[in-house]
C-alpha cells in the first residue's frame, strides 16, 4: 500500500486523488521542501523531506541551474520549491536551496 502523500494538499495518494480534489481543499499553491536522493545520468531523483513521499525525477541539469549550483552538488541537497496545482498536474518554480 501507497502511504505517499500529495505535495499540494498533503491528501493520501490514491486511485481517487486528482486535480480537483485541490479545488475542494481550496490549496492553490505551498512551498514545498526537498531532498535530492539520488542520481542516475542527467536525471536526478528527489523526494519531499517531510514523510514518505514517491521519489521525483527531473532533468539534473535544469534543476541545478534552477538551484543556481553545480550537478555535482545535486546528491543530498536540500531545497524547496513553490508547488502549484495547474490543469495536467503541478508547476515547480522559486528554487531555493536550503542550508542545514
Known amino acids: 500500500m501507497n502511504n505517499a502523500l500529495c505535495g499540494i494538499c498533503g491528501h493520501l495518494l490514491d486511485d481517487r486523488h486528482g486535480v480537483d480534489d485541490h479545488h475542494e481543499a481550496g490549496a ?4 514545498v521542501e526537498y531532498v ?4 542516475r545520468g542527467g536525471i536526478a531523483e528527489f523526494r519531499e ?3 514518505d513521499s514517491k521519489v521525483r525525477k527531473t532533468d539534473a541539469a535544469t534543476l541545478a541551474f534552477q538551484l543556481g549550483i553545480d550537478e555535482s552538488a545535486l546528491l543530498g541537497c536540500r531545497f524547496s520549491c513553490l508547488v502549484e496545482r495547474a490543469e495536467y498536474g503541478v508547476i ?6 536550503l542550508m542545514e
Not at 36 to 39: H, T, Y
Open 28 to 31: 492553490d499553491s505551498k512551498v
Open 36 to 39: 535530492v536522493v539520488g542520481r
Open 49 to 51: 523531506v517531510a514523510g
Open 92 to 97: 515547480r518554480s522559486d528554487f531555493t536551496v
